[in-house]
């Protein structure tokens, strides 16, 4: 879509809260064009003025979320969570993601950080569960390690209100953050049974390659080459893993970058079909309404 670049979720969407002089526990969120916080007791009316209920959005930089009660039912890159309390979560930069439901009693706290700006505050260096290892995660972690989470967000969100903080003291503490939680993905995400490890292992690296590729390449051929195993082979593992075929995330995957595209820019189904590799706007079409049950101008405007 290098034509009609899709709207994407930026630091910016936090503006129209803070114009608005939304606050919880008294704490507005706070915005900068290097990274934004927010800090909640009870945010569910934030995340509905954000994200309307089961339209995919592209957000853009590094976001780092504590849940601290509630639950969310979301899909990331197209994979399915069930969030509850004592959750920490992670989105890198360019993921799509869909809010399915959010329960009234959801309360998050959380960072969005420019990843230029982050690798300066990291040293240059991100851990390597943020430096393209990792695109996402839910983490059910302890009561006690979520709360270390978010007090820690809730002093940055502090220190910036302090007229004199400095850039390089936000930066440290930012930095902190972030390797708290990579700490916590490499306790709790990456300890993967050895007996599902090469099927895990495999699904993980087919899903990432499918949200990069799939603007251009359909087939499973392309990911098996890609993957250096057989076509055969790579659909038993996906199935086994996910119980879903390969063929279906595809799909999924196309269909996810459509609808992002049509909901949030004036493309024309003409330019959508070009960009997404199909031969023409007809087959497009119909590919979308089979998956759908609309036309893609239906959807556009509903």
Not at 91 to 118: A, P, T, W
Not at 125 to 133: D, E, K, M, V, Y
Not at 202 to 231: G, M, P, S, W
Request: proline share 4%; net charge positive.
């Amino acid at each position: 879509m290098s034509k009609q670049e899709p709207k994407r979720l930026p630091l910016s969407s936090l503006k129209e809260m803070i114009d608005a002089d939304f606050k919880t526990q008294g704490v507005r969120p706070y915005l900068s064009p290097e990274f934004a916080i927010v800090y909640g007791s009870n945010t569910f009316q934030a995340m509905r003025n954000i994200f309307e209920i089961s339209v995919p959005y592209r957000v853009d930089d590094f976001r780092f979320i504590a849940f601290h009660k509630g639950d969310v039912d979301i899909t990331a890159n197209l994979l399915k969570f069930h969030v509850t309390d004592n959750t920490v979560g992670f989105m890198g930069n360019g993921g799509i993601i869909q809010m399915d439901r959010i329960s009234s009693d959801v309360s998050m706290s959380g960072i969005v950080v420019k990843e230029d700006f982050l690798r300066r505050a990291m040293g240059g260096r991100l851990p390597a569960t943020f430096n393209g290892r990792v695109h996402n995660f839910y983490l059910q972690v302890t009561a006690q390690e979520c709360d270390i989470v978010v007090r820690m967000i809730l002093t940055l969100r502090l220190l910036v209100e302090d007229p004199h903080y400095s850039r390089e003291a936000s930066a440290s503490l930012i930095a902190a953050i972030v390797n708290y939680i990579a700490g916590l993905y490499e306790r709790y995400g990456a300890d993967v049974p050895a007996t599902r490890s090469r099927q895990q292992d495999v699904f993980n690296r087919f899903i990432a390659l499918v949200n990069e590729q799939c603007f251009h390449h359909h087939t499973l051929e392309y990911y098996a080459d890609k993957l250096c195993i057989t076509q055969r082979y790579l659909g038993t593992l996906v199935k086994q893993a996910s119980g879903t075929t390969a063929k279906e995330w595809i799909d999924r995957a196309l269909i996810n970058e459509a609808k992002v595209a049509l909901r949030h820019s004036d493309i024309t189904v003409a330019q959508l079909a070009d960009s997404l590799s199909f031969p023409n706007p007809a087959f497009f079409s119909k590919f979308f309404k089979r998956m759908t049950g609309m036309t893609p101008s239906q959807y556009k405007h509903q």
